[in-house]
C-alpha cells in the first residue's frame, strides 16, 4: 500500500492514525485518546487495536519509540502522516459531494 | 481432576464454530486445556465465558508481552495455542469489550495466518516438484557411465508394480486425503478473510460435523497402520523379510539342476564359512503388489567344490584360482492383467542386465509358451532367459558355463507347471 494507490482507511484506522498526530502513544493509551475524541462512538477492542499497529508498523506508518517492560510506545512517520493527511482529503471530499448535494 | 477428552468436530479454520463449541463446553463446566488430536477439557470451566481464536504470529507460538498486556487491560486472558494456528483468549466478564470492534481489522489479522498457510503450501509445492523433477530425471534421463546400453524406460513396467504394493498405496490414500482435507481447510480460511476485509459476515459454520468427527477417526486408526506400514516398507527394503532359499516353500528352478553333474558344487559358507560378503546369497524375496499378487525372487549362487581353471567374473575368494562359481537369479511373477505379461518380463530383464554388458536378444519358440526371450552377453557369460504364459512370468539371470536356451524345456515348467 502505498502513494495514492492507498485504499480507504477504516474508521478504526483514521483514528488511530490521528491518535498520533500530536505525542507518542502506547496502546492503551490510543484506546483512551479514540474513545474520549469519538465522545465513545469509535470504541477498539484489544484485538482491533492490536492488529491495527502491527500492520501500521509493517507498512512503516508508524514506528516504535521505546519498550518500558509489557508497554509499548509508537510514534507518527513521514510516511503515516501523508497517509493520515491523504484520507483527512477524502473524506473532506466526500463530505463537499454531500452537503452540495442537498 | 478428572479430564475429559472430545474428538475435534470443525475445521480448523471454521473460527465461528470452534468459539461456539467451546462456549457451550464452558457452559457445561469444561475447559479446555490441550488441543491435539483430541481436545481435553478440565472440568474448571464457567458458565457464561467468552472464547476467542486469534491468528498465532509468524515468529511465536505464544503472544507478546504487549498482546497479553493489552488483552488483559480489556479482560481478556490467555488460555494456550492451537495447532500453531491460533492463540485462544477468554473471558469471563460479560461486560468486556469484544477483542474486535470492526469486522476489517479481524481481516487484516486473519491476513497473515492465510499469507503464513500460502507461503507453507508454495514450499510444499516447491519441494514436491523437485522430488518430482528428481524421480522423473533418475528415471528416465539419468545414465549411468558403465551402462553401455541404456533402456530406462524399460523398467517402468516393474516399476509400476512396486509402486502398486498395498502398503505404498495405503501411503498415497493418506497424503491424498490429508492433501484434501488442507485445500478444504485453506479454502474457508480464504472466504471468512475475504468477508472479514470487506466488511462482511463470515461464511455461516455448519456447526459440529459427523463427517468431521469420521474423517478423524480414519486419521486416528490410519496413524498405527501407517507406522507399520513405513516399518514394513523399511523393512522389505533392507531384506528383513528374506528367507534362505532351502527354507522358501514355493516352486523355482534349482541351479544344481540347471548345472552338469560332473562338477561338484555347494555353498560359499560350505567352503570357506559364514561371511557378511556373502548374505544375500541363496536366499527368496517376498514382494506384493496389486498388480502381481504372486511376485517372488530366488538368488542362487554355488561354487565348485575342487580347485578349477574357470575365469569366472565373480570375485575370487581365493586370490587368483578361479573356482568356478555360477549365479542364477529367478523373478517369477503371477500378473492380474496378463496382457502386461511381455512388458513384466522384458522390463525384468532390464533391471536384471549387467550394465557393462551388451546383450543380445533373441526370441525362442516353445509349444507351452506364450513368449520365450533369451538375451546374451557378448562373452557368453552372463545370460537372461524370460518365459511367460497367459500371466504367468518367469526372469532367469544367470552366469556360468551352461546355455540357458538348451534348458528352455526345464526353465518353462515355471510357468507351464504353476
Redesign the interface.
Known amino acids: 500500500m502505498g502513494g495514492k494507490d492507498r485504499a480507504a482507511l477504516t474508521e478504526p484506522m483514521y483514528y488511530v492514525l490521528m491518535s498520533f498526530l500530536h505525542q507518542e502513544m502506547c496502546g492503551i493509551e490510543i484506546t483512551e485518546f479514540v474513545e474520549r475524541k469519538t465522545d465513545g462512538r469509535v470504541r477498539l477492542g484489544p484485538g482491533t487495536l492490536y492488529t491495527l499497529l502491527g500492520k501500521f508498523q509493517e507498512e512503516k506508518l508508524i514506528e516504535e519509540t521505546q519498550t518500558e517492560g509489557r508497554k509499548r510506545t509508537y510514534r507518527l512517520t513521514e510516511k503515516g502522516r501523508e497517509a493520515f493527511l491523504e484520507e483527512l482529503e477524502r473524506l473532506r471530499a466526500c463530505l463537499l459531494d454531500g452537503e452540495e448535494e442537498l | 481432576m478428572k479430564k475429559i477428552r472430545k474428538l475435534f468436530p470443525f475445521s480448523i479454520y471454521d473460527i465461528s464454530g470452534i468459539e461456539h463449541w467451546l462456549e457451550d463446553a464452558a457452559n457445561m463446566g469444561l475447559f479446555p486445556i490441550h488441543f491435539g488430536l483430541w481436545v481435553t477439557f478440565a472440568q474448571t470451566g464457567v458458565s457464561g465465558t467468552r472464547f476467542?481464536l486469534?491468528a498465532c504470529d509468524k515468529k511465536s507460538t505464544t503472544p507478546s508481552?504487549?498482546?497479553?498486556?493489552?488483552?488483559r487491560?480489556?479482560g481478556?486472558e490467555y488460555a494456550l495455542t492451537i495447532s500453531n494456528v491460533y492463540y485462544l483468549f477468554y473471558t469471563t466478564d460479560p461486560s468486556a469489550?469484544?477483542?474486535?470492534?470492526?469486522l476489517?481489522?479481524?481481516g487484516?489479522?486473519l491476513e497473515?495466518l492465510e499469507k503464513k498457510i500460502r507461503h507453507y503450501r508454495r514450499v510444499h509445492f516447491a519441494i514436491y516438484a523437485v522430488i518430482a523433477v528428481f524421480l522423473i530425471w533418475t528415471l528416465f534421463f539419468f545414465q549411468s557411465k558403465w551402462d553401455v546400453d541404456p533402456a530406462p524406460l524399460k523398467k517402468i513396467p516393474v516399476l509400476l508394480l512396486f509402486l502398486c504394493h498395498p502398503l505404498v498405496l495405503v501411503l498415497l490414500a493418506a497424503g491424498g486425503f490429508s492433501k484434501l482435507q488442507s485445500i478444504r481447510d485453506y479454502r474457508l480460511l480464504r472466504r471468512t478473510c475475504q468477508a472479514f476485509k470487506e466488511g462482511l459476515a463470515p461464511p455461516p459454520s455448519a456447526g459440529p460435523s459427523r463427517q468431521k468427527i469420521r474423517e478423524q477417526k480414519i486419521m486416528l486408526a490410519l496413524i498405527p497402520i501407517l507406522i507399520v506400514t513405513d516399518l514394513l516398507l523399511i523393512g522389505s527394503t533392507r531384506g528383513v523379510f528374506r528367507v534362505p532359499v532351502e527354507r522358501f516353500p514355493k516352486a523355482y528352478i534349482s541351479l544344481q539342476d540347471l548345472e552338469a553333474e560332473e562338477v561338484e558344487l555347494t555353498t560359499y559358507e560350505a567352503l570357506f564359512g559364514p561371511s557378511r560378503f556373502y548374505e544375500g546369497e541363496n536366499e527368496a524375496v517376498h514382494h506384493l503388489s496389486l498388480l502381481a499378487p504372486t511376485w517372488y525372487e530366488v538368488n542362487q549362487s554355488v561354487y565348485q567344490t575342487g580347485e578349477g581353471d574357470f575365469k569366472g567374473i565373480s570375485y575370487d575368494p581365493e586370490g587368483g584360482k578361479y573356482r568356478y562359481h555360477a549365479t542364477l537369479d529367478m523373478t517369477y511373477f503371477e500378473l492380474t492383467i496378463p496382457a502386461m505379461a511381455r512388458m513384466v518380463a522384458e522390463s525384468q530383464m532390464e533391471v536384471d542386465r549387467a550394465l557393462n554388458r551388451r546383450y543380445t536378444y533373441t526370441e525362442l519358440s516353445h509349444p507351452a509358451l506364450d513368449f520365450a526371450i533369451y538375451a546374451t552377453s557378448k562373452d557368453g557369460i552372463l545370460q537372461a532367459l524370460a518365459v511367460g504364459k497367459g500371466g504367468h512370468v518367469a526372469v532367469f539371470s544367470y552366469g556360468g558355463m551352461q546355455k540357458l536356451d538348451e534348458h528352455l524345456d526345464l526353465l518353462a515348467t515355471m510357468v507351464t507347471e504353476p
Open positions: 476467542r486469534e508481552m504487549e498482546q497479553l498486556e493489552l488483552y487491560s480489556a481478556w469489550k469484544e477483542l474486535y470492534t470492526d476489517q481489522s479481524r487484516f489479522s497473515k
